[in-house]
């Protein structure tokens, strides 16, 4: 196997079989996927920063201060937070996770855990005299992520009870006496993409 390999003819073997003679050089198998001429990574972040700016614009014309992609250093915990809002008027900030497909629950949660922990702080170093902590995960809306969502809805439930209309109802008014949690499946409105053009085009094609 590994001769055939060797010999250009790595399109002939499983890639569990490459992952394994990977394993046995101590190496790491890397495969990088691309569609329709561009990474998937790009696709992915394209649509992250479009639900980014969807959101943050959508914060301030309800009066929030927002910054997008603010770092943190806090006693060796790092990382950045896609948005932060602040809310002058109730001195509430607001931190915000987008996720343009539907995440690893777990890992999404803690991290989301681990942010609204040190909320108060960050917005201090931003300067905004913060009180209180609200949070809400963004997720591109589709059939998809709604049936990921209630496959663990017990969990969604108790890390994010608030949903859609009773977020935004909230962020026009948010109250500083209770925390906050929500999850806020938010629709792409944009012009329907290339990407979209061209799968719909082979599919009337094929038909």
């Known amino acids: 196997m590994v001769s055939r390999v060797e010999l250009g003819h790595a399109d002939e073997v499983t890639v569990g079989a490459l992952d394994a003679i990977a394993g046995a050089l101590s190496a790491r198998l890397d495969l990088h996927l691309t569609w329709n001429g561009e990474g998937l990574d790009r696709l992915l972040d ?46 509430v900030v607001l931190v915000v996770e987008v996720k343009s497909v539907v995440p690893d629950v777990q890992a999404t949660l803690f991290v989301l ?9 960050i ?12 949070r ?9 992520a709604r049936r990921r969502i209630e496959t663990h809805s017990e969990t969604f439930r108790a890390a994010a009870p ?43 094609g094929r038909a």
Do not use: C, Y
Not at 113 to 121: C, G, Q
Not at 136 to 141: D, G, P, T, W, Y
């Open 136 to 144: 809400v995960l963004v997720i591109r809306a589709s059939r998809t």
């Open 162 to 204: 608030i949903r859609n209309v009773a977020v935004k109802r909230w962020l026009r008014t948010p109250d500083p006496s209770r925390p906050f949690s929500g999850l806020w499946f938010v629709t792409d409105d944009r012009p329907m993409s290339a990407r979209h053009r061209v799968s719909r085009t082979a599919t009337a």
């Open 123 to 134: 917005a201090r170093d931003q300067g905004w005299l913060a009180r209180s902590v609200g």
């Open 46 to 91: 394209a649509d992250h920063a479009t639900l980014v700016e969807d959101v943050a614009r959508t914060l301030r014309s309800l009066e929030w201060f927002v910054k997008v992609e603010v770092s943190f250093n806090i006693r060796g915990e790092r990382g950045s937070i896609d948005i932060l809002a602040f809310h002058p008027a109730t001195g």
């Open 113 to 121: 855990d681990r942010k609204s922990r040190l909320a108060l702080e």
